[in-house]
């Protein structure tokens, strides 16, 4: 069993940054991929990013790309997200997510979610 903890969620003005942390415990962390989902009101919960357990390889939603960075420290058990030149659109609840494979795990189907944390990007 693997528990995720979000933080680093906020209110932030359009063009600001925030840098989003999911630590987690359990099961060696080191072995899943890991990956960023975000649900705004009355929408589904949609990918953002993912990255291998190696860190290696990193996929992103297209209306992220080029402004979202996602990371990970295994030896802190963390994966980050930096969001940088936030828009209001990207208001959202934002959750962590891992495992299985890093395929299941975009098509929104992870082995664990965490609790989530609120993005709010005022304009």
């Known amino acids: 069993q693997i528990q995720l903890v979000e933080s680093g969620g906020g209110l932030v003005q359009t063009g600001g940054s925030l840098r989003l942390s999911c630590t987690t415990s359990?099961?060696?962390?080191?072995?899943?991929?890991m990956g960023w989902f975000r649900q705004a009101p009355g929408k589904e919960r949609e990918f953002v990013a993912s990255?291998?357990?190696?860190?290696?390889?990193?996929a992103y939603a297209d209306s992220v790309k080029g402004r979202f960075t996602i990371s990970r420290d295994n030896s802190k058990n963390a994966v980050y997200l930096q969001m940088n030149s936030l828009k209001p659109e990207d208001t959202a609840a934002y959750y962590c997510a891992a495992g299985p494979d890093v395929i299941v795990l975009r098509r929104g189907r992870p082995a664990y979610w965490g609790q989530g944390t609120q993005v709010t990007v005022s304009s």
């Open positions: 990255i291998s357990w190696t860190g290696g390889s990193t």
């Open positions: 359990g099961r060696t962390f080191s072995n899943y991929p």
